[in-house]
């Protein structure tokens, strides 16, 4: 990417993340001064290091806040991840040393953070995020400080820098395949179409692309019902009572961007008024595994979900990853160990850290200007099944598309995939440029 773009693209970050600050965060967030603490890294390397001895690593996830209920987990697993890697010779012959901190679902914290990070923890590499609000607040750091950060969760596309790797799907790789399957006989025939989101860019931007879609398929402005709550929202009773009334007539599907805890009051209102998957199916970008583990699940069978990764799928390295992470969360006493799951962005952070440490050792260096260069064209064979890409020109990873149907346990039934990994598209040809 030439210099001119990299600045339009910092600028604009910034010119974002003070925009979404208003629509956004209705409510203050808890701060992370409480919560950020590095003395989790003594529990999480496998062996005491001399200091000068490790490769520092950071880990930005929120611990607390609304957001919490899907970051832990990738923090959790970013850890094992590290713990694994350490225990067979580590990093260029040194031992990884994770740097944990809390932003807190407060998403200028995240900026602060990721600049403690670089400059005072001194970490050559940040994993962390899940919102796209949380990354546009850490772009311009990044960028600024040229520091290297992994972004894991699927996003609205529309950004390409040089110090992100997106390990996440673009809009080409989930949001689209997912209503096109919505669209044709084997999802329903679906005429009639709700965006429903929490309020910021990554809802907004893909609800975009998704309503050019729509309507390039000749789907009619009065069959699009737009909607938006602010993040921690959990009255759904008039929001769903409203979804009730525009399906009358035609069929009609959910297309959800609700991000964080809001997700279990709203699935709880849709059985509480007798919503069924037949009736109305939810097609889901941010549900997985993990956040339905707070749900009554046998009420919630045949909704859908879209990713890249389902803890079901069925093959040797799914079997292995998902045995390491159960046996992690029972040997450090997480809540609820016996019951832990996998989703998409765990498989997208173990997948990066892994890609990271081959990228380095390729390069010979933690130099980030270096490893980024080495990064280009790194594969790993990934819990999914397939063989990931990372793709030299765009820094996104080649993915399969994956719908998944709940099943009454919690867990998903894959009903459709794609046979290959697909090149992502950052760069929708549906948002006029």
């Known amino acids: 990417m030439d210099s001119k ?79 694994e890697i350490n225990a067979n010779g580590g990093v260029l012959g040194k031992q990884l040393e994770p740097v944990v901190v809390d932003p807190a679902s407060d998403w200028p914290l995240f900026a602060e953070k990721a600049r403690q990070l670089l400059t005072q923890d001194k970490v050559d590499v940040i994993f962390g995020g899940w919102t796209s609000v949380s990354r546009k607040s850490v772009l311009p750091v990044v960028e600024e400080l040229n520091g290297l950060m992994f972004y894991p969760v699927q996003y609205e596309g529309q950004e390409q820098s040089e110090n992100i790797f997106y390990t996440g799907a673009a809009p080409n790789q989930q949001a689209i395949p997912a209503v096109e399957y919505l669209m044709s006989p084997e999802g329903g025939s679906a005429e009639r179409f709700v965006l429903l989101g929490t309020d910021y860019v990554y809802p907004r931007t893909t609800n975009q ?18 909607e ?8 759904y009773q008039t929001i769903v009572g409203d979804i009730k009334n525009f399906s009358t007539g035609k069929k009609t599907a959910v297309i959800s961007t609700i991000n964080g805890d809001s997700n279990v009051p709203f699935y709880r209102e849709l059985a ?19 956040e339905l583990r707070g749900i009554d699940t046998s009420l919630l069978q045949g909704h859908l979900a879209a990713w890249n990764y389902f803890m079901s799928v069925k093959n040797p390295v799914n079997s292995s990853f998902t045995k390491k992470y159960k046996q992690y969360a029972l040997d450090q006493k997480l809540p609820n160990a016996d019951k832990v799951v ?10 990066g850290i892994n890609m990271w440490k081959q990228a380095v050792e390729k390069a010979g260096t933690t130099d980030v200007d270096k490893v980024r260069i080495s990064m280009g064209g790194q594969t790993f064979d990934a819990p999914s099944g397939y063989t990931l890409k990372m793709d030299e020109e765009n820094h996104h990873l080649w993915k399969p598309v994956m719908i998944g149907q709940i099943r009454a346990d919690g867990q998903f039934d894959v009903i459709s995939k794609t046979p290959e990994a697909i090149r992502a598209q950052p760069w929708s040809q549906y ?3």
């Open 5 to 83: 773009l990299t600045s339009r693209l910092s600028l604009l970050a910034v010119a974002i993340v003070g925009s979404l600050s208003l629509i956004g965060c209705q409510k203050p967030a808890e701060t992370g001064a409480e919560t950020n603490s590095t003395a989790e890294t003594s529990e999480t390397t496998t062996t005491p290091a001399a200091d000068g001895d490790t490769i520092k690593v950071g880990i930005l996830h929120s611990l607390s806040g609304t957001m919490a209920i899907s970051e832990t987990s990738l923090k959790d697993t970013a850890l094992m991840t590290i713990n």
């Open 342 to 351: 996998t989703n998409d962005p765990m498989e997208a952070t173990y997948v």
């Open 228 to 235: 938006y709550t602010p993040f921690g929202f959990s009255n």
């Open 272 to 290: 509480n008024q007798g919503i069924k998957a037949s009736d109305i199916p939810v097609m889901a970008f941010s549900v997985g595994e993990e």
């Open 209 to 226: 692309i998704l309503r050019a879609f729509l309507k390039s398929k000749g789907v009619a402005e009065a069959d699009i019902m737009e």
């Open 431 to 433: 948002i006029p440029k």
